[in-house]
């Protein structure tokens, strides 16, 4: 597996970002996608996930409402979508591949990880 993240950037508090996650080697179609995010000097932590087929969804409760997550099967590609950014939701944001068809909030249940694509919101 091969995992491109990208479509981080700099942007203001309140602006929207879509960061998409491609699998060059199309090996994760069948497993759960979940995007993390590391800001510095903290810890990895989950943001959202998304089921093998889309039917199962979930994010954590600090984005809940204001991020969404998506796959398109047909590109192997996942993407999220990033609406009313605050400062607080800057750091590298990371795709990952799950090991079951479902994604779990735990950073130890997935097998392969993208490198990271840094998102800077400013005031």
């Known amino acids: 597996v091969q995992l491109q993240a990208s479509g981080g950037g700099p942007v203001g508090a309140g602006d929207s970002l879509r960061l998409s996650c491609a699998d060059s080697r199309r090996t994760s179609s069948n497993n759960g996608v979940g995007w993390f995010r590391q800001a510095p000097g903290k810890e990895r932590e989950f943001v959202a996930g998304?089921?093998?087929?889309?039917?199962?969804?979930h994010y954590s409760e600090s984005v809940k409402g204001r991020f969404t997550i998506s796959r398109d099967r047909a590109k192997n590609t996942v993407y999220l979508q990033m609406n009313s950014l605050k400062i607080e939701d800057t750091g590298v944001y990371y795709c990952?591949?799950?090991?079951?068809?479902?994604?779990?909030?735990?950073?130890?249940?997935?097998?392969?990880w993208g490198q990271g694509t840094l998102v800077t919101v400013s005031s």
């Open positions: 998304i089921s093998w087929n889309g039917g199962s969804i």
């Open positions: 990952a591949v799950s090991r079951s068809s479902f994604a779990s909030t735990t950073r130890d249940l997935y097998r392969y």
